[in-house]
């Protein structure tokens, strides 16, 4: 049995002779959704299990003193929810998906390492207590060390097209040379995955946006891996790259399984494991399909959040004063008086329209 024999399609497919429906299995379109219905029952299935785990080992989520009030009742929710979400993405993406693609061992091993960074930071929270993880320089270092180390093997080991791609210009791609992306790939990975993390900050809010934004390179994968959709949409044609729809299928599918249990009230929070792994998997898959400037408009809750928390900082700096009542944004909607499922409902629809202005960006150039 050779390396290819080991991926589960594969073994179906070899008997497309004799049984004409697994002929169906050559379609990426197939397999995603395929990889999607196994990673949503995956989720569906081991949550309860993780979450009466987690309880009996007193893996509980720790509030820090500056939020809400209203958020100290969440205090011992279990947490690290996110294993559940990247053991199932993995796992399906891993059986459907061919393994002799490098665009999917890349996209795992990112989101695989930025999720044991999370879940080091989600330690060592519970063993200090009042959300005291990793510092911010560690964790900073920790993952530019991770997203530099993708970026050499995707440009200098691949040579992978360091033309950058313009939302809504057709025949502007600037070369940035793989000089220029050893520093816009972990820029892009490293705050897409804080940006997601910033969000995680009320029941549902993040994993919503997570849905709506995978859904958005599911479709940019599979037009950029299609020769004659990228050729019609004037988009890079990037051989292979369409097997990452499989990884976003599944994302989106094991999202939605945890869903079902963060949503409000919450029986599991995703803890940092989650946000900063699925932040990072974005990223990665923006990067691979050469839509990394997609990523600001279909991630705009994300980018608003973080550019909410840069805002007051910098300002009550300079000023000591407050732009916003308190930030990540949502907290500021909390502070008005909003409920928290107004603030997390709302958020969801601001993401599906700048899910659906980026995939204009298609067509409109």
């Not at 979400?85 to 061919?98: C, G, N, P, S, V």
């Not at 040379?177 to 549902?204: C, E, K, R």
Request: proline share 3%.
């Amino acid at each position: 049995m050779d390396g290819s024999e080991l991926m589960l399609y594969l073994l179906l497919f070899t008997l497309h002779g004799h049984y004409a429906g697994l002929n169906v299995l050559r379609y990426v379109t197939f397999r995603s959704v395929l990889a999607g219905l196994g990673a949503l029952a995956f989720s569906l299935t081991m949550g309860p299990v993780l979450i009466e785990r987690f309880r009996q080992a007193h893996i509980g989520q720790t509030i820090r003193d500056e939020v809400p009030t209203t958020h100290q009742k969440k205090a011992g929710t279990p947490t690290m929810g996110g294993v559940l979400i990247l053991a199932a993405t993995a796992i399906t993406t891993l059986l459907l998906a061919d393994l002799r693609d490098s665009y999917i061992w890349i996209a795992i091993s990112v989101t695989l390492a930025f999720g044991a960074i999370g879940l080091a930071d989600d330690m060592l929270k519970l063993r200090r207590g009042r959300g005291m993880g990793l510092s911010g320089p560690h964790k900073l270092m920790l993952q530019f060390a991770c997203a530099l180390a993708a970026a050499a093997v995707l440009f200098l080991g691949l040579h992978f097209d360091t033309h950058l791609t313009i939302p809504f210009l057709k025949n502007f791609n600037p070369n940035l040379h793989w000089y220029g992306y050893m520093v816009l790939m972990p820029l892009v990975i490293v705050g897409a995955s804080n940006a997601v993390n910033l969000t995680d900050g009320l029941d549902g809010l993040a994993i919503g946006p997570v849905m709506t934004v995978a859904f958005c390179y599911w479709v940019f994968t599979y037009a950029a891996g299609n020769l004659k959709f990228a050729t019609y949409l004037a988009i890079p044609h990037i051989e292979h790259v369409g097997e990452l729809a499989i990884f976003c299928g599944a994302l989106i599918a094991a999202s939605l399984g945890f869903l079902w249990y963060n949503a409000y009230p919450a029986s599991m929070m995703m803890g940092d494991v989650g946000a900063l792994g699925l932040g990072a998997a974005l990223g990665t898959v923006a990067i691979l399909c050469k839509q990394e400037l997609a990523l600001i408009l279909a991630g705009g809750v994300f980018v608003i959040e973080a550019a909410s928390v840069i805002i007051q900082r910098y300002y009550y700096k300079a000023t000591h004063k407050r732009v916003f009542r308190m930030a990540p944004l949502h907290h500021h909607f909390e502070l008005k008086g909003w409920p928290e499922t107004v603030v997390v409902t709302r958020f969801w629809i601001v993401s599906i329209v700048c899910a659906l202005v980026a995939l204009s960006t298609l067509k409109l150039r």
